[in-house]
């Protein structure tokens, strides 16, 4: 009996993984895209990212992912709620990503924008070639506190019943009566994010440049 | 929006027209999207009138306000009682005693490490087990507390450490105690120059109080899928009005923050 709990917890883990690498990924490129529309020149487009950011920051996220998981299926795109939780959650946190991005752009030093622009490289060279990677690489840290703090948001999902750390934890602790096993589910989330800040420490490391 | 316009030229004739097609196809692109997903919530009689004749009833909208309050009253008690504990955590912190320090730092890296809802479930089958038979709103708030407290003191430190040592060195040579000293000349300082990160918190306590819906609480957003059970066709229409009063509360507080960071860096200019 005690193994079948220690199989199906496992077995939850692995969908926190699955849950926050999918969902992280998709922020990741969303945020990049939204800091990018946030600073270029066509005004709507930064009016929309603006919009989406602060509606975003507006919204409790149990309150989104309960839309797109009911919402869904109302539009006639019949999708796994764990694919409907991807959603939500990588769109929530795209915002937050997309923040983190700009502050790292405007940390970037105007002078070498500004030679850029005298080289008469495009808005779009400039971004790519010089802005973005500084603005990522001192924004690093942010991103991985963001990472982390998702992995924990991942818990959500457990409402719109993907069987995730916190579900299973729920549900065998129902089964066992024995609470003992929410303190093994927030050691799990441990497992996942100490390494995740590890990770983005290497990366760090490896990225390091100096100004 | 502007601080970033050295990233280019001001546009030329060129320029200008390409900027405006860009904005043209975006908007376009966006537009699309958003009416293709309108046009299919209406083809699937989304916007018919029996789906939204529930908030012409003055009792449904009664009982959501209900749920608005029982929201807003958690989230002030937890608010209040987050910032109560977090300002004496944060001073045991940085305390010099090594053993009240580090206490401190385990309470703070401890619930700061599990998830709120994990909390929430575990405070909710913890507490009645060892004799606390409190209603479920209780449990909300002990967890809300325990984990945004140990968030608050992360920010109180870090404003504390931002202040001059030389404001905290000045108090104590004109023969203030360590107390004094915090009490009168560092935390009032640190807490003006952390007001824009406390509103923050306070409205993530606020969007964090949805998290009751599983215990179940009845705060805003389970009311709005209670309505659901007396009225099953507006399930996504009570969750969206839900979704907007909430929107309302946030975008209030967003408010708040700008003014207050604004003032505070008008004040921080004339200094």
């Known amino acids: ?211 | 929006m502007s601080e970033n316009s050295l990233l280019y030229e001001r546009p030329g004739p060129v320029g200008l027209l390409k900027n405006r097609v860009y904005a043209v196809a975006g908007g376009a692109f966006v537009l699309i999207l958003l009416w293709s997903v309108i046009f299919r919530l209406y083809q699937r009689g989304q916007f018919d009138h029996d789906r939204w004749s529930v908030f012409l009833n003055t009792q449904v909208w009664g009982f959501l306000l209900n749920g608005l309050y029982a929201t807003l009253l958690v989230a002030a008690i937890s608010g209040a009682l987050s910032f109560a504990c977090s300002v004496p955590l944060a001073l045991a912190r940085i305390s010099e005693n090594h053993l009240i320090r580090k206490t401190a730092e385990v309470y703070i890296s401890a619930f700061r490490a599990v998830p709120l809802l994990l909390l929430i479930l575990f405070m909710a089958v913890l507490l009645p087990t060892v004799g606390f038979a409190w209603p479920a709103m209780a449990f909300l708030v002990v967890a809300l507390t325990l984990h945004h407290s140990a968030l608050l003191a992360e920010i109180v430190r870090s404003g504390i450490m931002s202040l001059e040592r030389g404001q905290r060195e000045a108090a104590v040579s004109i023969g203030m105690t360590g107390g004094q000293s915090m009490y009168y000349i560092v935390l009032p300082q640190a807490i003006r120059t952390m007001m824009p990160a406390l509103i923050g918190q306070l409205l993530a306590i606020v969007q964090d109080t949805s998290l009751g819906y599983i215990i179940p609480y009845n705060e805003l957003l389970r009311c709005s899928q209670l309505i659901s059970t007396y009225a099953p066709q507006s399930l996504l229409q009570a969750a969206f009005v839900s979704t907007l009063l909430y929107g309302m509360i946030s975008a209030l507080l967003m408010v708040v923050q700008y003014k207050v960071k604004t003032r505070n860096r008008a004040v921080a200019n004339m200094a």
Not at chain 1, 6 to 29: D, H, K, N, P
Not at chain 1, 191 to 210: C, D, H, N, S
Request: one cysteine or more; aromatic letters at 12%.
């Open chain 1, 1 to 211: 009996m005690f193994w079948d709990y220690v199989f199906r917890f496992l077995q939850g883990m692995g969908v926190t993984i699955e849950l926050s690498f999918c969902s992280i990924l998709l922020a990741l490129l969303a945020g990049i895209l939204l800091a990018v529309m946030r600073i270029c020149p066509s005004s709507p487009l930064r009016f929309f990212s603006w919009c989406y950011v602060e509606a975003m920051r507006a919204t409790p996220v149990l309150a989104l992912l309960i839309m797109v998981v009911w919402g869904l299926p109302k539009l006639g795109l019949m999708y796994s709620e764990f694919a409907s939780s991807v959603l939500a959650l990588g769109l929530y946190t795209a915002a937050w990503v997309s923040e983190a991005i700009r502050a790292g752009v405007a940390s970037v030093p105007t002078g070498q924008v500004e030679a850029a622009r005298s080289l008469g490289m495009s808005f779009g060279g400039i971004l790519y070639t010089i802005v973005i990677p500084q603005a990522i690489r001192t924004v690093i840290p942010s991103l991985s506190g963001i990472a982390i703090v998702h992995i924990k948001t991942t818990s959500i999902a457990a409402v719109a019943g993907v069987l995730e750390i916190t579900a299973t934890s729920q549900i065998i602790n129902v089964e066992s009566a024995q609470w003992l096993w929410f303190l093994g589910a927030a050691v799990s989330y441990l497992i996942l994010t100490v390494p995740t800040g590890w990770f983005f420490k290497a990366i760090e490391q490896r990225m390091v440049f100096v100004r």
